[in-house]
Structure formats: C-alpha cells, structure tokens
C-alpha cells in the first residue's frame, strides 16, 4: 500500500513539473511546433521506437543472462522487469527506484534477495561503465573536432557529470579489488550518515557495502559475461543516444546533423541528466537538449523535436512501463 501511495504522489509531482516545463517550452514557438507536427514523417517516428525497444531489450537481454537460471526467470519476464524498471526509475529523483524494485520482482521468481541484490548491483556496474565510455567518446569527440562552443556553464556542468560518473566506476572497481578499503568506505560512510542524521542503521550501511563487494566478486569471476554486458550496454546507449536524428528526420532535416554529433549531444544531456534531483530530470533534460541540440538543430524544430524526443524516450517507456506494472498487479490479485 505505502508503494501504491508513493507512486501516486510521485506521479502528481511529475504531471506539475511537466506542465511547467511545456509552458516554458510552448510559449514562444507554439507555430513553430504545429507546423513541424503537420508535416511530421511518422516513419522516422515508428523507427525510433523500433530503437528504444532494441535499447530496452538489449539491457533486458543482459539482465536474463546474469540471473543464469531460465526456469526462473525467463527473457520475457527479463523484459517485463525491465519495462517496470523504467517506470520506477522514471518517478524516483536520481533514478533511484529501479533497483529496490528489480531486486523485488527477482525475490517474487524465488531468488532469495541477498542474489537479487547482487545480480542487481552487477546490471548497474555493466551500465556505468558503458555510460562513463560513451561520455568519454563524446568529450574526445568534441575535443578534436570542436562540435559544441566554449560555454563556460555547460562545459562545467558536463565536466561536473562525466567526473561524478567516472568517480562512481572508480568506487566499483575499488570496492571490487580491496576488501579493506570496502570496510573503510562502509565506516566512513557510517560517520557521514550520523552527521547529517540520515535515517539509516550502521548495520543497513555494512550490508550495503557487503552486498556491493560480493557482486563485485561474481563479477570478477565472470569475464564472459563482463565483457557482452558492457558491450550490450554500449549498443544500448549508442541506441538510445542515436533517437533525436531519427526525430530530426521526421521533421524533414536531413543535414543538420550526423550520427556522432547526435551520440555526442545525448551523452552530454544524459552525464548531466543524472545528476538532476526531479523524477526524470525534468526540467534539466529539456535545458541541456535545447542547449546542446541547439546549435545543431535548426529553431523552427528545435521544440518540436525536444517535444517528439521526450515523449518517446522517458513519457512512452513510463507509460508502457507502467501498464505492465498495473497489469503484474492485476494477475497476482
């Protein structure tokens, strides 16, 4: 009931942050938009959905091969808790219900939890390193061939985000490889808790660091699967990363743009996307697209293309998302 509760008063959040932000959006270039919209290619539409759920399953597809048990968990029910994982990261500040809930919807397929946790904590680790690679490639990118302009504000901001990202890789393979310095992390972890009188026990924080280095472990142990998992993952994101020329397309802009300043532009929105505190970023995400994008994309389709991009990449995946939850729910009752 307290999950149902959550959802509902996050969910209320999320509609007012939206309808701020397509004020903000649609105020100076409603026209534009309608315009853009009349003449929309549907095709290129259809086709960027095709890639979101290629990026979906892909991700899905690693997640059914590290829980390794079919009789289990199946590739379809993998796509389910997938699906269900978008909601939920959807609605949560900094993504951050999408865990709880995979480890959740693993224990419901009679995996004990202390395993769920830990293949749970393996599918995050394959993500954020494919995340820091492909933040990496967009800075390199920009790097030699000068895409973006010198924007004090935004380079700080996607310095701020790829450093924040590569310091959470650089944890995982600490917490990997020492097991002291895991045990020091905990206790230090312990003392900032207390100091900032956040509601959490001493034991809940040992667990914690405990679960991380024990999936670490299997990990470690796995190099076969490290290496489709990372792979998988970078196909996902370069997936993900190319929708908005396909959203470009549609509008009739065949050259404003190629594919690596698209990856590039969507590694930044993301790196920094991340680091927002609002249920999908909102807000955030629609800044940094229209600043980066911006100097790609022509004006007159510039929101409309934010518009069409946003809908498919985080309102469609939590609405589609949320049906299979609603419908999971459903068949238990």
Same mark, same amino acid.
């Given at each position: 009931?307290?999950?149902?509760?959550?959802?509902?008063?996050?969910?209320?959040?999320?509609?007012?942050?939206?309808?701020?932000?397509?004020?903000?959006?649609? +105020?100076?270039?409603?026209?534009?938009?309608?315009?853009?919209?009349?003449?929309?290619?549907?095709?290129?539409?259809?086709?960027?959905?095709?890639?979101?759920?290629?990026?979906?399953?892909?991700?899905?597809?690693?997640?059914?091969?590290?829980?390794?048990?079919?009789?289990? /968990?199946?590739? +379809?029910?993998?796509?389910?808790?997938?699906?269900?994982?978008?909601?939920? #990261?959807?609605?949560?500040?900094?993504?951050?219900?999408?865990?709880? =809930?995979?480890?959740? =919807?693993?224990?419901?397929? #009679?995996?004990? /939890?202390?395993?769920?946790?830990?293949?749970?904590?393996?599918?995050?680790?394959?993500?954020?390193?494919?995340?820091?690679?492909?933040?990496?490639?967009?800075?390199?990118?920009?790097?030699?061939?000068?895409?973006?302009?010198?924007?004090?504000?935004?380079?700080?901001?996607?310095?701020?985000?790829?450093?924040?990202?590569?310091?959470? /890789?650089?944890?995982?393979?600490?917490?990997?490889?020492?097991?002291?310095?895991?045990?020091? =992390?905990?206790?230090?972890?312990? !003392?900032?808790?207390? %100091?900032? !009188?956040? +509601?959490?026990?001493?034991?809940?924080?040992?667990?914690?660091?405990?679960?991380?280095?024990?999936?670490?472990?299997?990990?470690?142990?796995?190099?076969?699967?490290?290496?489709? *998992?990372?792979?998988?993952?970078?196909?996902?994101?370069?997936?993900?990363?190319?929708?908005?020329?396909?959203?470009?397309?549609? =509008?009739?802009?065949?050259?404003?743009?190629?594919?690596?300043?698209?990856?590039?532009?969507?590694?930044?929105?993301?790196?920094?996307?991340?680091?927002?505190?609002?249920?999908?970023?909102?807000?955030?995400?629609?800044?940094?697209?229209?600043?980066?994008? *911006?100097?790609?994309?022509?004006?007159?389709?510039?929101?409309?293309?934010?518009?069409?991009?946003?809908?498919?990449?985080?309102?469609?995946?939590?609405?589609?998302?949320?049906?299979?939850?609603?419908?999971?729910? %459903?068949?238990?009752?």
């Amino acid at each position: 009931m307290k999950i149902i509760d959550n959802i509902k008063k996050n969910t209320i959040i999320l509609l007012l942050i939206t309808v701020v932000v397509l004020y903000f959006v649609l +105020k100076d270039d409603l026209n534009d938009i309608i315009i853009a919209f009349k003449n929309i290619d549907l095709r290129f539409v259809f086709a960027a959905v095709v890639i979101l759920f290629i990026a979906i399953f892909l991700r899905a597809y690693v997640n059914y091969l590290i829980v390794d048990d079919k009789e289990k /968990v199946s590739l +379809k029910e993998s796509m389910k808790h997938n699906l269900i994982t978008q909601f939920f #990261n959807g609605i949560t500040p900094f993504s951050t219900g999408g865990q709880p =809930m995979e480890v959740y =919807m693993l224990t419901e397929h #009679n995996i004990s /939890v202390a395993k769920a946790t830990i293949q749970t904590i393996q599918s995050f680790i394959y993500y954020q390193i494919a995340l820091v690679l492909c933040g990496l490639f967009a800075v390199l990118y920009n790097f030699f061939f000068h895409v973006f302009p010198k924007d004090d504000f935004l380079r700080y901001l996607v310095l701020f985000g790829f450093i924040i990202n590569v310091g959470i /890789v650089i944890i995982l393979f600490i917490i990997m490889y020492s097991k002291r310095v895991t045990n020091k =992390m905990a206790k230090l972890s312990v !003392k900032v808790a207390k %100091k900032i !009188k956040w +509601k959490i026990s001493e034991e809940e924080i040992n667990l914690k660091f405990k679960e991380y280095y024990e999936g670490a472990q299997v990990l470690r142990k796995r190099k076969r699967l490290t290496v489709i *998992g990372i792979s998988f993952n970078i196909i996902s994101l370069l997936c993900l990363y190319s929708i908005p020329l396909l959203v470009l397309l549609s =509008m009739h802009e065949y050259t404003s743009m190629n594919i690596f300043e698209t990856i590039s532009a969507s590694a930044y929105v993301y790196l920094i996307g991340g680091m927002i505190p609002i249920p999908g970023a909102s807000g955030g995400v629609e800044f940094t697209f229209s600043n980066f994008f *911006g100097i790609l994309i022509p004006k007159q389709v510039l929101a409309a293309c934010l518009l069409v991009w946003r809908f498919i990449t985080y309102y469609f995946c939590m609405i589609i998302g949320g049906l299979v939850f609603s419908l999971e729910k %459903k068949g238990e009752k």
